[in-house]
């Protein structure tokens, strides 16, 4: 390889534009969420439990529909409520 070739070669990778610097990572629309959930019956029981925010809004509703549901349709015996 002649010394101009070499020459060439080497400017050429230092001239190259620098890669585009990292942006940001994004808002993570729907983060993680931990909270600790007290355990009935026992004053020292807790455990920690992680989800996503739109799972705890699901979590919610759906107890939030349990219990609507128990107080309408009450208990009946033989159901074990």
Same mark, same amino acid.
């Given at each position: ?32 969420? %931990?909270? +600790? ?5 026992? +004053? ?5 439990? %992680? ?23 009450? %208990?009946?015996?033989?159901?074990? %409520?």
């Amino acid at each position: 390889m002649s010394i101009s070739a070499a020459f060439f070669l080497l400017t050429s990778a230092q001239a190259a534009p620098a890669a585009a610097p990292p942006t940001p990572p994004a808002q993570d629309a729907d983060p993680v969420i %931990c909270q +600790r959930i007290e355990e009935t019956g026992s +004053r020292l029981g807790s455990r920690k439990v %992680c989800m996503r925010k739109s799972q705890w809004a699901e979590q919610r509703n759906e107890d939030r529909m349990l219990i609507d549901r128990s107080q309408i349709v009450g %208990c009946k015996q033989g159901t074990g %409520c």
